[in-house]
C-alpha cells in the first residue's frame, strides 16, 4: 500500500508543480493592467509637452567632459546595425520567457499571461515617465558626425533610462523564477535568458543609444519590478523547496 501511494505520489508531482506556482485574482488583475495601461498611454501626451527640441546653441554647447566618466563608455559612434541587433535580442528575450511560461492547461497559461503582461506594463510606464521626466540626452547626440535634425528629435532626449534593458531583464526574471520554481535551477536555461538580456543591454550601449548607467538602471529597475510582481502573485497555498537530492512540497489547505 505504501508503495502506491508513494508511486501516486510521484506521479502527481508534476501536475501540482505545473498548475500551482501563480494565483491569480482576474479582476484585480484587470484593474492592475487597465490602471498601468492607462499611465503608460497618457504618457505619449505628456511626453510631446514637457520636451522641447533643443536649439542648435544648446547642442554645440555640449561637453562631454560633464559626461562622469563611468558613462564616457557610452559615447561609442552611432550604430543602425547594432541598434537593429538590440531589438533582436530583445525578442529572443522575450520569446524564451513565453517559452518558460506555456503551459497546455488553458488555465494556468491565462494566469501566467496576466502575470507577464502586468510586468511588461508597469515596467515600460516606469521607464517612459522616467524618461520624460528626466530628458537625458543620447549618446549619439555628442557624436558630431550626427545631424541636427536628427538630436533635435524627441526620441534623442530618451537615454535615462533603457526601456530595452528594463524590458529583457523584467522578462528574463519572470521566465527564470516560473522556470525555476517549476523545475529548480537551470543554468543552460538562465544563460539563454539572462544572456540574451545582457546582450540587449551592451548592445544599446555599442549603438550608442544609452549609457551604461542607463542599461544598468534599467536591468535593476526591470527586474525588481519583475520579481515584485511574481512574488505577490506566487500562490500562498503551495510552498515548494528543492535541495541537491530532495524537493519538498507543503500544500495548505
Known sequence: MKKILLLLFILIIPYLLNSYIFEVDKLESFIFISSALTLDLSNNYFDRRIIEAPTNLELDVLDEDDIPFFDRIGL??????????????????????????????????????????????????????????????????????????KKKQRNSQHSFYSMHSSTVFAAATSGYYYYSTNYGHNIFMGSILFGSASATAILR?????????????????????????????????????????????????
Not at 496576466?114 to 555628442?142: C, D, G, N
Not at 535593476?220 to 524537493?247: A, E, M, P, T
Request: proline share 2%; net charge negative.
Open 205 to 253: 550601449v555599442a549603438a550608442a543609444q544609452h549609457f551604461p548607467s542607463d542599461v544598468i538602471i534599467g536591468a535593476i529597475v526591470g527586474s525588481g519590478v519583475s520579481y515584485v510582481i511574481c512574488k505577490y502573485h506566487q500562490n500562498k497555498k503551495l510552498k515548494l523547496s528543492f535541495g541537491y537530492d530532495s524537493v519538498d512540497i507543503s500544500y495548505r489547505f
Open 76 to 149: 561609442q559612434p552611432y550604430s543602425a546595425t547594432l541598434k537593429d541587433y538590440s531589438d533582436y535580442t530583445t525578442y529572443l528575450a522575450i520569446g524564451s520567457t513565453l517559452y518558460c511560461l506555456y503551459e497546455s492547461d488553458k488555465e494556468i497559461l491565462l494566469d501566467n499571461l496576466l502575470v507577464f503582461s502586468e510586468i511588461m506594463i508597469a515596467q515600460s510606464a516606469i521607464a517612459k515617465w522616467t524618461k520624460t521626466l528626466s530628458h537625458r540626452y543620447r549618446p549619439f547626440v555628442y557624436d558630431e558626425n550626427i545631424s541636427y535634425d
